[in-house]
């Protein structure tokens, strides 16, 4: 997945998929040195792209904790921002409401269709999430799947649809649904995070019911 990040860049990768860290943390996710990551992450600040603020912890010494800026989450592209927003108003206008939702229904239908095909054949719920997290990836929401005794969470970084899901939320709505129905009755899907929110992430709790 191409986002036109260079390899310098990769401090922007990690705050994105790690969300705010301290200098150490950065280091130590890079695999370089502290002064190497200070010299990055001093570089993208000159550039707007991160930004640092302090945080107490304890009686310990004050830590520096760096972040994205908005510039910094916009170097992660929504696909065809623009053009997706001027279709769906010109739907809305055009067609009006209810034409919306049905091509909403229409593309969860489609996506409930392509994720059975890939998770054909696996059975075991951690697996399955698992596998889910695989093509969600590689449709650029930059997923993982994390497990926490019997829960699982599916967790988005990024979401390469946005500006379309804050002009029309029934997407995030339809995605919601579509995990539901592509892991099984038997299994309950919640979100608990969510970037429309406010959150840096989109996050799902699953587990057997």
């Not at 922007?12 to 860290?21: F, H, V």
């Not at 996506?111 to 696996?122: A, D, F, Q, S, T």
């Not at 951690?126 to 997923?143: C, T």
Request: hydrophobic share 35%; glycine share 6%; aromatic share 6%.
């Amino acid at each position: 997945m191409n986002h036109h990040i260079n390899d310098y860049d990769s401090a922007l990768w990690l705050l994105k998929k790690k969300g705010p860290q301290t200098l150490i943390e950065v280091a130590n996710e890079l695999k370089i040195t502290t002064e190497g990551a200070r010299f990055k992450l001093q570089k993208l600040a000159n550039d707007e792209l991160v930004t640092s603020s302090t945080r107490v912890k304890g009686r310990g010494r004050p830590q520096q904790i760096w972040s994205l800026t908005r510039a910094g989450h916009a170097r992660f592209p929504d696909s065809h921002a623009d053009l997706t927003v001027k279709l769906i108003d010109l739907i809305r206008q055009s067609l009006g409401e209810q034409a919306m939702e049905t091509i909403i229904s229409e593309n969860e239908k489609a996506g409930i269709i392509k994720y059975n095909e890939h998770l054909k054949g696996v059975n075991e719920l951690e697996e399955r999430v698992n596998k889910l997290a695989e093509i969600r990836n590689q449709e650029g929401y930059m997923a993982e799947c994390q497990k926490q005794g019997d829960v699982y969470l599916l967790i988005e970084n990024h979401c390469p649809i946005c500006a379309a899901a804050q002009t029309c939320q029934g997407f995030c709505r339809s995605e919601l649904n579509t995990f539901q129905n592509v892991l099984g009755e038997n299994v309950s899907v919640e979100r608990i995070d969510h970037i429309l929110a406010g959150a840096r992430r989109c996050a799902y709790k699953i587990y057997l019911q």
